[in-house]
């Protein structure tokens, strides 16, 4: 099947966050948004069939996701793409990402602990931390000496892994995943792992799921949802697989109970399962298009500044991450340089605590990308020079 990702669909007017509440929260009428990491694209037609007929049923009572088929389309998922062997009684399920990450944390920390996260740094993450009274201790990607010196306080807890990484869109290296197997072995931290981003990997690149290398006996949970690379996250809903058996009954046991969370969405599960059993054809070609938007953007800003190495395409998602550095330029005021004048949206790079970057979203029809990189180029020339 051929997908259209270049046709643009209207999405004011539907409550959506970047195209509703931004130009409110700006003030901007008309304000074309690059932000929130969601797409501009519909969901792939395989899932809206699944939904269409999940809907003309009409019953929608109490639903229990274990017998929904989605522990099973999650097992052959994970085998048919990454190679990985995964139980499904080893999974967990719950609303968000967000959430299953709260309720670990709740579990295997106290206020005040602290949290291991490499920087920049995922702004949920942040808001996760705050809102729980937890000690985020960022070490910036890369940096070996500085991650195992965090780990090593005697109040770490946790480390808490962006797998890809959010903002920066990078694909942990085998090598790299052992390394941070070692340090938790060493520290004797728990480690938990959102790999949201696992599915929209870039050809080159190859993700690899935790349990792949996690030791037999140790703590740790990984937190997913297919939602991120198929575009539905207001239908809610996310998996995860937490590795051993006691904590992974606590888990449920507080999620089902004492959050009463016992009945998830039908609609979210029935999104799952469908992408997984019948939509790896449309996501294989959407990540084929993101690559030509991200490709665009490094084209136009290197025409535009020549060898400066603002970019260079993450090789996962679609969100590119500009280093403003070489020109100077803050990244705070180019954000309001672009509202103000070129009536766009980007993220600054002091949302995720490193100043200097801006994270934007390319996760939409190539005329808008252009659009975007176009006004991009034009702002930085205006400030830089």
């Not at 062997?85 to 080893?90: G, L, N, Q, S």
């Not at 046991?253 to 054809?281: C, F």
């Not at 500044?305 to 280093?323: E, I, M, T």
Request: proline residues 7%; contains cysteine.
């Amino acid at each position: 099947m051929t997908y259209d990702f270049d046709t643009p669909v209207p999405i004011g007017g539907t409550g959506s966050v970047q195209w509703d509440v931004l130009p409110q929260r700006y003030g901007v009428p008309d304000l074309v948004p690059f932000t929130i990491s969601d797409m501009d694209f519909r969901a792939a037609p395989e899932i809206l069939d699944a939904l269409r007929e999940r809907v003309a049923h009409g019953v929608f009572g109490y639903t229990d996701w274990r017998h929904t088929g989605l522990p099973e389309a999650v097992r052959d998922w994970y085998g048919q793409r990454y190679g990985v062997e995964v139980d499904p009684e080893a999974l967990v399920f719950a609303p968000s990402v967000l959430n299953q990450l709260s309720r670990l944390l709740l579990m295997w920390t106290e206020p005040g602990d602290g949290v291991v996260v490499h920087t920049p740094t995922y702004d949920g993450f942040t808001k996760a931390l705050d809102g729980l009274g937890r000690s985020l201790r960022g070490v910036p990607v890369g940096d070996a000496a500085a991650l195992e010196r965090e780990l090593a306080r005697p109040d770490a807890r946790v480390l808490l892994l962006c797998s890809p990484h959010n903002p920066t869109g990078r694909v942990w290296t085998e090598g790299e995943l052992r390394g941070f197997v070692r340090l938790a072995e060493t520290h004797g931290v728990a480690v938990i792992s959102d790999e949201i981003h696992a599915d929209l990997t870039h050809d080159g690149h190859r993700h690899i799921p935790w349990p792949a290398v996690a030791p037999p006996g140790s703590r740790w949970a990984l937190i997913t949802s297919a939602s991120k690379a198929f575009n539905f996250p207001s239908l809610n809903g996310a998996y995860g697989i937490v590795g051993e058996p006691e904590q992974r009954a606590e888990f449920v046991r507080r999620t089902e109970n004492g959050d009463g969370l016992a009945s998830p969405g039908a609609l979210g599960l029935t999104a799952h399962v469908a992408a997984y059993r019948r939509g790896a054809p449309w996501l294989d070609a959407l990540r084929g298009y993101v690559a030509g938007n991200l490709r665009l953007l490094a084209e136009r800003l290197e025409e535009a500044f020549p060898g400066a190495a603002l970019f260079a395409p993450p090789q996962a998602g679609y969100l590119a991450w500009l280093d403003l550095r070489p020109l100077g330029v803050d990244d705070e005021v180019l954000h309001d340089e672009l509202v103000a004048k070129e009536r766009i949206a980007v993220r600054a790079g002091a949302v995720y605590g490193t100043k200097g970057f801006v994270r934007v979203n390319l996760g939409c029809p190539r005329a808008k990308a252009g659009l975007g990189a176009d006004a991009l180029a034009r702002t930085l020339a205006r400030l830089a020079g």
